[in-house]
C-alpha cells in the first residue's frame, strides 16, 4: 500500500507540474506581442478597434456606479471592441488613487483591479497610463507640488521630467501598479495578459522652448521593462514632430516631443497618435489634411520606426461649429477607412480609439466628443462595421506579413 501511494503521489505531483506549467504557457500565449511592424497574439497577426473610457476606475470605486463599467464593457464587446485605454492613475481631488507620494486609496484601487476584471470577461484588452500631463486627475503637475511642499527647489511642471525627486516619485507609482495584485483574480498586474500595455503619460508637452523628453522617455521605459518584461510600452504621444518635420504639425507647434526619435526608443514598442477634427484651422482643405496626417505617420512607422502604430485618440466634438451627427459619422468612416487601407496592404498601422466611450446616464462626463453606443445608432454601426472588418483581416493569412 506504502509502495502504490508513493506512486500515486509521484503521478499526482507530476500531473499539477505538468497543468501548471500548461496553465503558465497559455496565459503567456495570451500576451500581445510586438514581430517588426505587427502586433501578434497567439501567433497570429492582431488588429484593434477600440475606445478611450478615462473614467473607469473612478465609477468602478463606487458601488453605486460601479455597474457603469460593466455596462460600458458589455455594450463595446457587442460592438466588437476588442481595446480599451484607461488610467492607472488619479491624483486629483476627487476620488485619488494616489493621495500623496506612496500612500492609496485602497478602495480606488480595488475599483482598478474590477476594471481589468470585468475587460478580462468580456474580452476586451487594455492600455493603461501611468500619469497625466494635463492637471485634470492631478497630472504632472501635482508631482511638482508634492515635491515643492517637502521643500524641494521645484519652479514649474516641466521640473517633472528633470527633477530627480519628482522623477522617483513617479518610478514608485509605476512599481506600485506593476506589482499590484489584483484582489478579484489573484494576478499580479505584470502578469495579466488583459492590459495590452502600458502608457508612460498622457500627451506629454515641455512648454519650455529647445527642451525634450527624450532622456525621461529613456529612463522611464528602461524602468518599466526591468520590472515588467510581458507587456508591451508605448509613451502616449499625440504624434507631433520634432524641428526637423515641424512643418508637419499643426499650427507648426513644438511641444518637446518627437515622434521620430521619441518612439526610436528601443524599450518602445509602438507609436501613438491622436487625431482630433479640431486640429485643423482650414475646413476647407480639413479632410485631406487629416489623411496626410494619419499616412505621413503610417509611413514613418513603416520605414523608419519599423514598429506597429495605434491611433489612440480621435473624436468630433458635438461643440464644433457645423457638428452634425452625419458629420461626426462621415469622419469615422474617413478614420477607419485610412485604417482598414494600411492593414489590408500589410501596413503597420493595427487600428483607431474614439474618444470617448460613455455608458448611459452618464450626462456629467460628457465633453462634447462622447458616444453611448446605445443612443447613436448610425455611430454605433460604423463602429461594429469596422469590427467585422479588422475580425476579417486577423482571420486571413496575409502572404506579406512575414511573422
Known amino acids: 500500500m506504502g509502495y502504490q501511494i508513493l506512486i500515486l503521489t509521484y503521478f499526482l505531483v507530476s500531473f499539477i507540474v505538468q497543468h501548471g506549467n500548461c496553465q503558465r504557457a497559455n496565459v503567456n500565449a495570451s500576451f500581445v506581442q510586438r514581430k517588426g511592424t505587427h502586433f501578434v497574439l497567439n501567433g497570429k497577426p492582431h488588429y484593434v478597434n477600440g475606445f478611450n473610457a478615462y473614467w473607469l476606475m473612478i465609477m468602478a470605486s463606487d458601488p453605486s456606479t460601479k455597474s457603469k463599467v460593466t455596462s460600458a464593457f458589455q455594450q463595446a464587446s457587442k460592438h466588437g471592441l476588442n481595446l480599451g485605454r484607461s488610467f492607472a492613475f488619479n491624483e486629483g481631488d476627487y476620488k485619488p488613487l494616489q493621495i500623496s507620494p506612496g500612500s492609496y486609496d485602497q478602495n480606488v484601487f480595488k475599483g482598478l483591479d474590477f476594471v481589468i ?13 501611468f500619469v497625466n500631463n494635463w492637471k485634470p486627475l492631478g497630472g504632472k503637475s501635482k508631482y511638482v507640488q508634492w515635491a515643492r511642499e517637502r521643500g524641494e527647489n521645484v519652479t514649474n511642471e516641466d521640473d517633472f521630467f528633470t527633477h530627480p525627486v519628482v522623477k522617483q516619485y513617479y518610478k514608485n507609482h509605476i512599481k506600485t501598479v506593476l506589482t499590484r495584485k489584483n484582489t478579484i483574480n489573484g494576478l499580479l498586474y505584470k502578469d495579466d495578459p488583459t492590459i495590452f500595455s502600458w502608457e508612460l503619460i498622457n500627451e506629454p508637452r515641455i512648454n519650455e522652448t529647445g527642451k525634450s523628453i527624450q532622456n525621461w522617455v529613456k529612463e522611464m521605459a528602461n524602468h518599466v521593462k526591468s520590472i515588467d518584461s510581458n507587456h508591451l510600452l508605448e509613451i502616449g504621444l499625440e504624434g507631433l514632430y520634432g524641428e526637423s518635420k515641424q512643418h508637419l504639425n499643426p499650427y507648426s507647434l513644438l511641444i518637446g516631443t518627437d515622434f521620430i526619435s521619441n518612439n526610436q526608443i528601443p524599450e518602445i514598442d509602438f507609436s501613438t497618435i491622436h487625431v482630433y477634427h479640431e486640429y485643423w484651422k482650414d475646413k476647407s482643405n ?10 505621413d505617420h503610417i509611413q514613418d512607422a513603416n ?36 485604417i482598414s487601407t494600411s492593414a489590408i496592404s500589410g501596413g503597420s498601422c493595427a487600428g483607431a480609439m474614439f474618444w470617448q466611450l460613455l455608458s448611459q446616464g452618464m450626462d456629467s462626463y460628457g465633453d462634447g466628443f462622447e458616444v453611448i453606443l446605445e443612443n447613436s445608432p448610425s455611430t454605433a454601426q460604423i463602429i461594429k462595421q469596422q469590427s467585422t472588418k479588422i475580425i476579417k483581416q486577423q482571420s486571413t493569412k496575409m502572404s506579406n506579413i512575414k511573422l
Open 286 to 295: 480639413q479632410s485631406a489634411a487629416i489623411e496626410k496626417w494619419i499616412e
Open 117 to 129: 476584471s470585468e475587460a478580462r470577461k468580456f474580452g476586451v484588452k487594455l492600455i493603461l497610463g
Open 303 to 338: 520605414t523608419i520606426l519599423q514598429k506597429p502604430i495605434i491611433v489612440t485618440e480621435f473624436g468630433m466634438s458635438s461643440k464644433s461649429p457645423g457638428y452634425s451627427i452625419a458629420a461626426r459619422d462621415d469622419y469615422y468612416k474617413e478614420i477607419y477607412s485610412i
